[in-house]
């Protein structure tokens, strides 16, 4: 099943998110390797600034999906003010489809 992580960054956090980025997107090359990472980028704010993370993997269930979100670099840092995790169903232009 395809898992969303909506992550909301903390205010005044570009730093910490510029600092962990390569670690991050290390991690989200691993998961794209396993076949695990469906699709991934940032939120912009008005400037155009990353200010938060869409994220979407397969995981074979919510407590699953918590530890992939669990060992983001960036959750590991403390970047985020919430993560939503929730289940999705993707209908349309689903390569896989």
């Not at 099943?1 to 600092?19: A, E, N, W």
């Amino acid at each position: 099943m395809i898992f969303v992580f909506t992550c909301k960054d903390k205010p005044g956090h570009l730093q910490t998110r510029m600092d962990n980025r390569p670690p991050h997107v290390e991690y989200l090359n691993k998961l794209n390797a396993e076949g695990t990472l469906k699709f991934a980028g940032p939120f912009l704010d008005g400037d155009g600034k990353p200010c938060g993370s869409l994220v979407a993997v397969e995981a074979a269930d919510l407590a699953a999906a918590e530890a992939i979100a669990a060992g983001d670099p960036y959750a590991k840092a403390g970047l985020f003010e919430s993560v939503d995790i929730r289940p999705w169903n993707w209908v349309f232009n689903n390569p896989a489809a």
